[in-house]
């Protein structure tokens, strides 16, 4: 079967390749030097030691190179092997489109450089083909993984996953790894809430699972990192800060429909209010509050690193800006248990408060520094700036527990009553 060349978007006839159980779709983008040669030994993999009738997709987003080309070579000389092209440009476009028009029972989805041991893809699917599991991943972060990578990217893959259990309260253990499937029936009802077309997409896919009450499976697996990867780190940082913050107000607006999402899918769930584990209270609150502000300062630094070349003072005043707004909205939702538009003016104005004296103690502080020692290095005003942010950070928590702690209270209690 050769792929279709008219206009966007394109999937082959899979009606005519019988019954298929798993659709492995392999998202690519310029990727003519590898692609023939992951594929051929997927399919070679898939032939010998998968039990289920299976399907490979691949997913070509608009690229320019001679991937598509290829693609069609594919196709023509292996019959498990579909393609699909699109002519925009998008991972999680492709991935959204392919699922989408899937007739699977299992749709899965694999980066193109195999970086993933292809011993895990059975431990992946088979929860969700026997029914137990509607969502699967794979973790390089649970025990029992073997990874190899640097430490940078060890760093910001960890920084991450803890950025995502402290904001928007996740328990899942590793957002990204490109190793991921879910039940057919349950991505038609999610995907179409998912709103983000490129890296944010796992995340976003998985926020909403695990919201919706679904069981999310996990596999650690043994993984190698690609050294000739593409993808640009500080672009893919950012698109991802700018997903949690919409996922964080979406969620707290009740802009995004968690409880009617949670109606509709086949398994009912009760989501806990509060992560397992972290004690009630006042207590609770701080454990809370903590974990937002790790969350928030690795934010904040992160932000601070990449507007650095603005200067430091201004790097400072947007990167503090965009952290006070992010941790004022996790905290009404996580810290204080308050949900809804009802006070939420107020409660920005007041951490707007808090984020000017912040700012007075972090700008202050950075002028002390390059007065007392104007050849400081970027680690000196970092060092200078954790300790000003942790007297802030005491300040903000006794002022946001002063304006949301009744609210949060009230709420509670009508939750109670209303059960």
Known sequence: MTPLTAASPHVADRSTSGTTVVD?????????VDLAASVHRLDAYLAVSFPYPYRIVVADNASTDHTWLIAGELTADLPHVEALHLDTKGRGRALREAWLTSTADVVAYMDVDLSTDLNALLPLVAPLVSGHSDVAIGTRLARGSRVLRGPKREFISRSYNLLLRTVLGVSFSDAQCGFKAVRRDVADRLLPMVEDNNWFFDTELLVLAQRAGLRIHEVPVDWTDDPGTTVDIVATATEDLRGIWRLVRGLGSGRIPVARLRAELPRSATVPSAVPGVPTGMLGQLVRFGAVGVASTLAFFVLYLLLRPLGAQSANLVALLVTAIG?????????????GRAGALRHHLGGLAAFGVALG???GSLLLLSAWWPTAGHAVEVGVLVIANAAATLLRFVSLRLMMSHRGATQAAIRLTSR
């Open 24 to 32: 492995i779709v392999i998202p690519v983008y310029n990727e003519a």
């Open 327 to 339: 941790n004022t909205a996790a905290n009404r939702r996580l810290t204080f248990g308050i949900t």
């Open 361 to 363: 103690l972090t700008s």
